[in-house]
Nanobody, 125 residues
Framework: QVQVVESGGGLVQAGGSLRLSCIAT????????MGWFRQAPGKEREGVGC????????HYPDSVKGRFTVSRDNAKNTMYLQMNSLKPEDTAMYYC??????????????????WGQGTQVTVSS
């Protein structure tokens, strides 16, 4: 049974930093590309970063490029999202997801098979 669990969310002031973690079990983590997504109330879920199975390729949307960094530790079945220079508009539920896509990664939600329950990030102004 595949389980994906996020942690590390919380309340932070604008300009601050947070690091989210995601542990995925029940799958071959080292063969899976991984992604971070977020969803604010009334908005669609959007990708904020992804990483291929080796950690050699990452993609980010313009809205977070230069502020967010995705990394992974395959020995620990864990992916991270380092978020710096946070803004109030970054407030959302953040989700981790696993995809069978190999060699590259994608911010397209439809390519991900397994999802976590999310962790809330709130940025105060």
């Amino acid at each position: 049974q595949v389980q994906v669990v996020e942690s590390g969310g919380g309340l932070v002031q604008a300009g601050g930093s947070l690091r989210l973690s995601c542990i995925a079990t029940g799958l071959t983590f080292g063969n899976s590309s991984m992604g971070w997504f977020r969803q604010a109330p009334g908005k669609e879920r959007e990708g904020v970063g992804c990483i291929n199975q080796w950690g050699s390729i990452t993609h980010y949307p313009d809205s977070v490029k230069g502020r967010f960094t995705v990394s992974r530790d395959n020995a620990k079945n864990t992916m991270y999202l380092q978020m710096n220079s946070l803004k109030p508009e970054d407030t959302a539920m953040y989700y981790c997801a696993a995809s069978p896509l190999q060699f590259t990664c994608t911010l397209a939600r439809a390519r991900y098979d397994y999802w976590g329950q999310g962790t809330q990030v709130t940025v105060s102004s």
